[in-house]
């Protein structure tokens, strides 16, 4: 699967997901950071990658609707440092083959993912 890493987190993300044998590229490697949130999401949306962020407003499914996205995976996390966003992404890791992502908002918080289509 194809992964787009929001500039918030660490660029161990990307690499969390490269190990897992995806393809993940970070917004900062293309150039996009600082861009709007429109602006990230367009480009997911043009090349099919899902999307994951701790930015929350793209879990606003009025201005984001997952129907139109390859996946957006949104971290709601207590503490966003670098051990804690790395065992939320190994537990997202140990999902994605179970669980659809296209046309999905995952919401993962520190002890469960809401999955809403």
């Known amino acids: 699967?194809?992964?787009?890493?929001?500039?918030?987190?660490?660029?161990?993300?990307?690499?969390?997901?490269?190990?897992?044998?995806?393809s993940a590229l970070t917004v900062l490697d293309e150039g996009l950071g600082r861009q709007p949130d429109q602006v990230i999401a367009d480009r997911c949306k043009a090349e099919g990658r899902t999307l994951v962020t701790l930015d929350v407003g793209f879990a606003d499914i009025r201005t984001?609707?997952?129907?139109?996205?390859?996946?957006?995976?949104v971290l709601r996390l207590g503490r966003q440092d670098?051990?804690?966003?790395?065992?939320?992404?190994?537990?997202?890791?140990?999902?994605?083959?179970?669980?659809?992502?296209?046309?999905?908002?995952?919401?993962?918080?520190?002890e469960r993912v809401r999955i809403r289509e």
């Open 64 to 73: 984001y609707p997952p129907s139109e996205y390859a996946g957006l995976i």
């Open 1 to 22: 699967m194809d992964f787009k890493i929001d500039e918030g987190l660490p660029v161990e993300v990307a690499r969390q997901f490269t190990e897992a044998g995806h």
């Open 82 to 110: 670098r051990e804690s966003v790395s065992k939320v992404v190994n537990r997202l890791l140990d999902l994605i083959p179970r669980e659809q992502l296209a046309g999905r908002l995952w919401i993962a918080d520190d």
